[in-house]
């Protein structure tokens, strides 16, 4: 860490309720990127450790644990305030926060999986908040995205002779077809075939990976991990099936940069889908980059071509909004707190 550097790691009550933020940066004078993880409550803090290695030299990154996630929950929380509504007034008040601590009006907002629908819906409705959005695995429409996923994940359970794929698969049709809710069983039996077969992580059966590597956060305690799990079940449970009746495909414009992360291989989140929403989109600047050798977790499957993704391509686009290092006073000081 450099004499003037950032390193923060604290609960801060958001609309009320304590939730948890990290912000890390080698120069205050670094312009802001905030990420917003997906899931719902599939937190990225935890393994941040990993794949972020080097973004705090060219940014001040903030991660932020959402309510009813990973460290952020709490089991005595009402589980009603999980709700759509909630989040997205949640995530402009971490915004506000990130604002005002950093003394940088505008941020780079990068959002994964569920949490490109919150940030491209921020990019939506605040553009004056935003240097760039950056989607990443991006939500565009659920049942779209789920029905694809169904066919394509059956498809290769008959090429491959995996009788019981084929059984399970055929039991839950037609799946996320006309306005009948999908039950959440049926979501997780998809996902399971989807992921078996590599639309997750590419040639890979499942993110397992990637979730072993949250027992080594430096972030989390033993207790923070073993509720990561039990959280993330809450909120799937709770947002999911509205999250399924989403859609953004008639957004057709919006007046930021705007970014998509997409992995070739992705079934998990259609990356089909988010490329043709892509395709009619009009923004005033836009760039949609492949990753050819990942599914649907882009960021750790290739975090060398995500970093420079972000350094080479998006942060160009603060310009001279954020303050250059001699002029940048330490908007914090450094300092960490742990639960």
């Known amino acids: 860490m450099t004499p003037d550097g950032i390193e923060r790691l604290e609960a801060v009550s958001i609309n009320g309720v304590d939730q948890w933020i990290s912000v890390r940066s080698r120069n205050p004078g670094n312009p802001v990127l905030l990420v917003v993880h997906g899931g719902p409550g599939w937190v990225a803090m935890p393994t941040s450790w990993y794949f972020t290695q080097g973004w705090d ?62 940030g491209l819906d921020v990019a939506r409705r605040h553009p004056e908040w935003l240097h760039a959005y950056i989607g990443a695995g991006q939500v565009i429409d659920m049942r779209e995205s789920e029905r694809r996923g169904w066919a394509w994940a059956l498809a290769r359970a008959c090429d ?83 999250i399924m009746e989403t859609s953004m495909s008639s957004l057709a414009e919006l007046e930021v940069p705007t970014f998509l992360l997409l992995g070739r291989h992705d079934i998990n989140v259609s990356a089909g889908v988010a490329a043709e929403w892509f395709a009619r989109l009009d923004a005033p600047h836009k760039q949609l980059v492949w990753f050819e050798h990942s599914a649907h977790e882009m960021l750790v499957e290739e975090p060398g071509k995500a970093f420079l993704t972000l350094i080479n391509e998006v942060r160009p686009h603060a310009g001279s909004a954020a303050p250059s290092a001699a002029e940048a006073e330490p908007p914090v000081p450094s300092s960490r707190s742990t639960r």
């Open 57 to 118: 030299e060219y940014f001040t990154v903030v991660q932020w644990d959402q309510r009813g996630a990973g460290k952020s929950y709490n089991p005595d929380h009402p589980v009603a305030d999980l709700t759509i509504d909630q989040m997205k007034q949640d995530i402009d008040a971490v915004i506000g926060w990130v604002r005002s601590e950093t003394r940088q009006d505008k941020i780079f907002l990068l959002g994964h999986s569920w949490g490109s629908w919150l």
């Open 160 to 242: 491959t002779g995996n009788e019981t794929a084929i059984s399970e698969l055929q039991s839950i049709a037609p799946y996320a077809e006309g306005g009948t809710p999908v039950p959440t069983s049926s979501l997780y039996l998809q996902r399971k075939w989807v992921n078996a077969f590599g639309g997750a992580a590419y040639n890979r059966p499942d993110a397992s990976f990637e979730g072993a590597a949250i027992a080594l956060s430096p972030d989390y305690t033993d207790q923070d991990v073993k509720q990561v799990w039990k959280a993330q079940d809450v909120s799937v449970e709770r947002l999911m099936p509205a």
